[in-house]
Nanobody, 126 residues
Framework: QVQLVESGGASVQAGGSLRLSCVVS????????VAWFRQVPGKEREGVAA????????WYSDSAKGRFTITQDNDKNTVYLHMNSLKVEDAGMYYC???????????????????WGHGTQVTVSS
């Protein structure tokens, strides 16, 4: 069973940057797709970015394109979400998710993922 632990959430001002981390246990190769989702109170969890862990393919939501980058460090079994030029609307609880299948057109579907972390909170103030 894959386990995910997120960290890196913080309170920042608009225009600032953050790097979120998701440690994948036991090893990165136990999963093929790792994604980041964001959830705010009263709304559904939505996909932000995804990464195919065995290749170089990445996917981004429209709001994340050009500002966020998803990367991996296999030596540390960690997937990162680098967030730049943060906006107030980027705030929320960020969750890491993993799937045994390769990411594709389904990357934004929550039921595509079989493992979830407990989340890390991001607050962006104006």
């Amino acid at each position: 069973q894959v386990q995910l632990v997120e960290s890196g959430g913080a309170s920042v001002q608009a225009g600032g940057s953050l790097r979120l981390s998701c440690v994948v246990s036991p090893y990165m190769y136990t999963t093929n797709c790792v994604a980041w989702f964001r959830q705010v109170p009263g709304k559904e969890r939505e996909g932000v970015a995804a990464l195919y862990t065995s290749g170089t393919f990445t996917w981004y939501s429209d709001s994340a394109k050009g500002r966020f980058t998803i990367t991996q460090d296999n030596d540390k079994n960690t997937v990162y979400l680098h967030m730049n030029s943060l906006k107030v609307e980027d705030a929320g609880m960020y969750y890491c998710a993993a799937a045994p299948l390769k990411c594709g057109a389904d990357w934004k579907r929550r039921d595509f993922y079989t493992s979830w972390g407990h989340g890390t909170q991001v607050t962006v103030s104006s």
